[in-house]
């Protein structure tokens, strides 16, 4: 079977760790964790060593490194000393047996297997409880899936799938609507080369989002959603050009490492004189009757737009060492015209705006994600506006800049991080 070249690069992270680092404890907690979650299969701890100044081209090689999906394997380790108590773990693994939401399963359980075997007299971190493993029974799955880590809204699954299903979906089987977007010159399908413009609203910004959800009885995730539906509107969009990526865990498999995520289709569309209160009323109510149905997901949709979102837990304590990880390490690739990929901290939300060179500009996507957050705001602000006022308090600010909030990121692993509790 053929596959494009960019549906062979996996999903990266970066764990920095800056002190006296147990290498060999940590080599040892990398095995730990592969034998602990076989659904990775045979798993690779390479070392290497790079200074300061050549760390960043060994991180984007890494980072875009393609799998070979007949052979495997199916995910691997880098271990690179930067210099004298600097040690950078990078970690990829492919789509079909990782997700973004297996990122803080893996990073909990390194920090755990590294206590274990790291000599320092430390105290204990606080571990979840061991859960049986996903894949200890199984060859590797065949997903349906996203491949570049979106894990949708973390709502709680269930573990059985009601009956009407097919019907459910069926009923949504329709051809994506042609998105219309600043500068956009053509509409791509399924993944290809891409580019990132990324922005976090942190401090304010983040609390007034939270404020509005909670005013209107939503959540984060929901009000976000929304807000994307009105932007697509403003700009022109007919009907929905949107597919989520859902998380599809559940109480049995929330501590796993795995493919936990459904690609589907999202129908509902603001119309102008419709309320937002309103509109996100639908999109909840949409979003709770996908939640029944998302283990029996629809063959993945050819949607020009993907939203993913998840939210982010904090950064376990390896012990006796300084502890940061890039969360969302970017591999080079973007699916369809656009991807908006969300990671909420609760004290800051995350958006990567992740874009297809071929399709649309840097310069327009920059201008897209100022549009959005300028929407945001006057949703924060005016929560109960009609979606017709919104639109109208964007078009009022055509000339917020991204570039003063926003940056463009390479495809790989940015500069070190000393704020252990960032996203970056």
Sequence with gaps: MSHSPFDLRGIPLALHLNGPVDVLALTEACADVAGRHPVLGRVRVTRAESTPERYHELATAEATRPFDLERGPFARFTLVTVGPERVRLLF?????????????????DLADAYFSRATLPVPTPHSSPVSPSYGSAQAVPSTRTGRHGGSGADHEASPATPCGAEEFWKERDREPAEPILPGLRAVPRGTGP????????????????????????????????????????????????????????????????????ARVPFVPHPGLEEGFPGYLRTVRTELQAMYRFRHAPPEPPSSPVLLSY??????????????????????????????????????????????????IGHDDVSAIAGHLRVLLRAVSEHPRAKVAGLVASADSMPGESADATLEEKPPATGPLVPDLGKVT
């Design 194 to 261: 891409g580019e990132i413009v990324e922005m976090v609203l942190g401090g304010a910004e983040s609390g007034a989002l939270t404020e509005a959800a909670t005013e209107l009885g939503a959540t984060r995730f929901e009000l976000l959603l929304a807000a994307v539906g009105v932007l697509l509107r403003r700009y022109g969009t007919s009907a929905s050009p949107l597919a989520l990526d859902l998380g599809t865990r559940t109480r049995e498999t929330r501590d796993r490492v795995g493919p936990f995520v």
């Design 92 to 108: 990829t693994a492919h789509g079909r047996v990782f997700d973004a939401a297996s990122k803080d399963v893996l990073v909990r």
């Design 310 to 359: 998840r939210r982010r837990t904090a950064v376990p304590e390896f012990p006796g060492v300084g502890a940061g990880v890039e969360w969302t390490v970017f591999n080079g690739t973007a699916h369809g015209a656009l991807h908006v990929q969300a990671v909420d901290a609760g004290s800051s939300l995350t958006l990567g705006l992740r874009f297809n060179p071929t399709a």
